[in-house]
């Protein structure tokens, strides 16, 4: 092969097909559409309730939805194949987590550590700016869905949701639940 076609060839496999970017852009727009209803139901739900027992209705809404994935898709990793759930869960992501930019930071028979350092939920948020604590409270109710998601497949979960000052988004701590 000559060199110009060998460029040329790997310009076309790094270049992203443009129907794939447009594809991407409305799987972000949905995230970030989804983000905006749950900050609407929050709104409409705390006049009624308080702060405290809609966050806490919503996170158990959110739980519940996602427990039922998490026992279809990744079940089968319990309790402690984390490799495989690993690569499960980042393969289950839209767009293959590149949505989020997921660093693993660790990953073994005892703890998969995934880091989000990005997040259309959160951007949502910062667009229609929100304030950092109203954010916080929004990005712990989402956060419902992946504690659900893991616990429904058999794992115990800590998700450390973004906090005012904080970086990135969440902190996913992932690891065989006691006992298993």
Known sequence: MQPDQAQADQ??????????????????????????????????LEP??????????????????????????????????MPALRDRFIDFLPD???????????CDARKLDLKFHTCPIKEAYEEAKLSPERMQVLLRIAGGGDVGLFEGAGFAIRNDTWAPGGQGCCHLHVQPRSGS
């Open 48 to 81: 009624e309730m308080g702060l405290e027992r809609a966050e806490a209705l919503l996170r158990r809404v959110m739980h519940k939805r996602s427990e039922g994935a998490g026992k279809r898709f990744f079940s089968d990793c319990a309790p402690s194949n």
């Open 96 to 106: 293959h987590g590149g949505l989020f930019e997921i660093e693993v930071a660790q």
């Open 11 to 44: 310009a076309k496999t790094t270049a992203v097909d443009p129907a794939v970017a447009d594809l991407r852009t409305q799987v972000k727009n949905l995230l970030k559409s989804r983000a905006m209803l749950m900050a609407a139901l929050l709104d409409e």
